[in-house]
């Protein structure tokens, strides 16, 4: 699969089959998360990876997140003491987000299908995320992402419209 058909192929998935993923695997997944471009080149992320099926079950409970159940989730994370500083600070989400974008397109390589089920800003699911996993004050869990092996099929396809494109 080269790269545009992984950006066309990926998709939420919401089902999945019970089967672990390897650590192998999950090596690879967080090595592509960790090729992301940061700004300043901060990388200000931390990824927790969540293999144990108690711990998966306490972060699909639906009175916080809107999550399903998966072998294994990845709650990636900034890190507030590698932010930039003053009016940058902010920067964290767009590096977080796009080392999240490499591992939704690099699972697709194991076969493997994905969900980036939002947390921040949301306070009720941040703050839920962070007392289940107990992470420090300087932790802010940005996206718990599903990964498995699918139980469902779906399109490859773009969202493409002529009309959000502005020539200059
Ligand atoms: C920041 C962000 C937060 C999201 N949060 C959730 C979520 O909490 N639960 C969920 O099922 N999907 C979530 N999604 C997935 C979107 O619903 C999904 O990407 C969108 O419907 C488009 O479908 P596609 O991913 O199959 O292209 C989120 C996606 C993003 C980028």
Same mark, same amino acid.
């Given at each position: 699969?080269? =790269?545009?058909?992984?950006?066309? &192929?990926?998709?939420?998935?919401?089902?999945?089959?019970?089967? $672990?993923?390897?650590?192998? /695997?999950?090596?690879?997944?967080?090595?592509?998360?960790?090729?992301?471009?940061?700004?300043?080149? &901060?990388?200000?992320?931390?990824?927790? %990876?969540?293999?144990?099926?108690?711990?998966?079950? $306490?972060?699909?409970?639906?009175?916080?997140?809107?999550?399903?159940?998966?072998?294994?989730?990845? =709650?990636?994370?900034? @890190? $507030?003491?590698?932010?930039?500083? @003053?009016?940058?600070?902010?920067?964290? %989400?767009?590096?977080?987000?796009?080392?999240?974008?490499? *591992?939704?397109?690099?699972?697709?390589?194991?076969?493997?299908?994905?969900?980036?089920?939002? =947390?921040?800003?949301? @306070?009720?699911?941040?703050?839920?995320? &962070?007392? %289940?996993?107990?992470?420090?004050?300087? /932790? *802010?869990?940005?996206?718990?992402?599903? %990964?498995?092996?699918?139980?469902?099929?779906?399109?490859?396809?773009?969202?493409?419209?002529?009309?959000?494109?502005?020539? *200059?």
């Amino acid at each position: 699969m080269n =790269v545009i058909e992984a950006i066309l &192929k990926r998709r939420s998935i919401r089902k999945f089959s019970k089967e $672990k993923v390897s650590d192998e /695997i999950i090596n690879k997944l967080l090595e592509a998360a960790m090729a992301a471009p940061s700004a300043c080149n &901060k990388t200000p992320w931390e990824f927790y %990876v969540v293999k144990s099926d108690e711990m998966n079950r $306490k972060l699909e409970d639906p009175q916080y997140f809107r999550t399903y159940e998966s072998p294994l989730k990845i =709650v990636v994370c900034g @890190n $507030k003491n590698d932010f930039m500083a @003053n009016d940058r600070e902010e920067f964290w %989400v767009q590096d977080c987000s796009s080392a999240i974008e490499n *591992i939704l397109l690099s699972a697709l390589e194991y076969g493997l299908g994905t969900c980036w089920c939002g =947390v921040y800003p949301v @306070n009720d699911r941040t703050k839920a995320c &962070k007392s %289940v996993i107990g992470l420090d004050d300087n /932790i *802010i869990p940005l996206g718990i992402i599903l %990964v498995g092996y699918p139980l469902e099929d779906k399109e490859a396809r773009t969202q493409y419209e002529k009309n959000r494109i502005h020539i *200059i």
